[in-house]
């Protein structure tokens, strides 16, 4: 946790795929210093016609290799949060070639009650994790 899910335009190899995740994953590790077996992730792939990511206003150039990536979590602190964007961002550029400004991070803030990991029960409020 966080759950982490990835919108890609399809097209991508099942390698590429991997080692965006294996990046992010590591970003998320660092910045939320979470066990590193804590990984939930999602890949959705659409045609470039399905996914229409603009720039806000920014002056933020996007090509087809945009990567949203939708994250569910219990509630962070800012700076974590901000840390995650820059490393998450700096490492699927080093390790994908995926610009800086090909990246967007929308954070989805939820509590306790509102996970479960399995067996039908609430983890974070039985005590198990």
């Avoid at 206003?57 to 219990?74: A, E, F, K, N, S």
């Avoid at 800012?78 to 994908?96: D, I, P």
């Amino acid at each position: 946790m966080p759950l982490l899910h990835f919108h890609v335009v399809e097209g991508r190899t099942d390698e590429a795929l991997k080692t965006l995740l294996d990046a992010a994953h590591e970003a998320m590790l660092e910045a939320f210093k979470v066990p590193p077996g804590d990984r939930y992730q999602i890949v959705s792939e659409h045609k470039p016609s399905r996914m229409i990511v603009e720039d806000t206003g920014l002056g933020i150039p996007r090509t087809r290799d945009v990567v949203v990536v939708q994250m569910v979590t219990r509630p962070r602190p800012e700076e974590a949060k901000q840390t995650f964007y820059r490393l998450l961002t700096e490492k699927l550029e080093a390790r994908c070639g995926i610009a800086p400004s090909d990246v967007m991070v929308s954070c989805i803030v939820n509590s306790d009650a509102d996970w479960s990991f399995g067996n039908g029960r609430a983890q974070f409020l039985t005590g198990e994790l």
